[in-house]
């Protein structure tokens, strides 16, 4: 399917790997000239050559910390007008509720809360000006099912989406969407890291963990990144005016809800 974006420019923060690469991946693919975004100068340079290599596409890559102003500042110095912009941000590690500090509270909403939402500030009224845009954030599936340990970072997360609901309904006269993408377990890694974690705080072999985690959902597998990857193209092309302030899960069915 032709996405009907190709010459457009997109935004996508974090996304030197993982889910935002694969963001960065397919936007490419789709014809966009891509401004990707990380913290670590080699692997952020590695990705734009691996991505400039497969697709053809214009790469940009901006080495900086998206959740300050300076590191906002060169993403858009990078690109003044986009007409796409993929938020997403690492989140705080998990931890017990009863130790999560006022500092560590305040610390998980500006990364997840207040960075990207200052981003949508930047971008949006030149969006509604030029009559498009598409604004995808990547949240969490914690945003809709609790995950132990995860506390501060589903509450900033669904503080986000809360947030932006109201905000896509007033927007949306002037073709610009937003809307959120609820990860389950993806294969990078994240997972990789986590599995590690676990498997050492039981006392089993990683292997196991991994097993246990996968039997967990329906489908019977981790999510492949460029699932996630096509389901944002999809979200950010033409096709997709008639969608927004909605929540996209993609879990492999892990949620059980009837609605």
Known sequence: MDLGIAGRTAIVCASS????RACAQALAEAGCTVVVNGRDA???????????ASTGATVVAVVADVSTRAGQDALLAAAPNPDILVNNNGGPPPKPFREVSREGLLEGVSQNL?????????VVDGMIARRFGRIVNITSASVLTPLTGLDVSSAARAGLTA???????EVAHANVTINNILPGVFATDRLTSSTKRVAAMKNISEEEV???RMAEIPVGRFGQPDEFGKLCAFLSSEHAGYITGQNFLMDGGSFRANF
């Open 42 to 52: 080699q692997t952020l340079e590695a990705t734009a050559s691996e991505i400039r």
């Open 210 to 212: 991994m097993k246990q």
């Open 17 to 20: 790997k993982g889910l935002g």
């Open 163 to 169: 947030f932006l609901a109201g905000v896509a309904r």
């Open 114 to 122: 207040a960075t990207p939402l200052e981003l949508v500030q930047r």
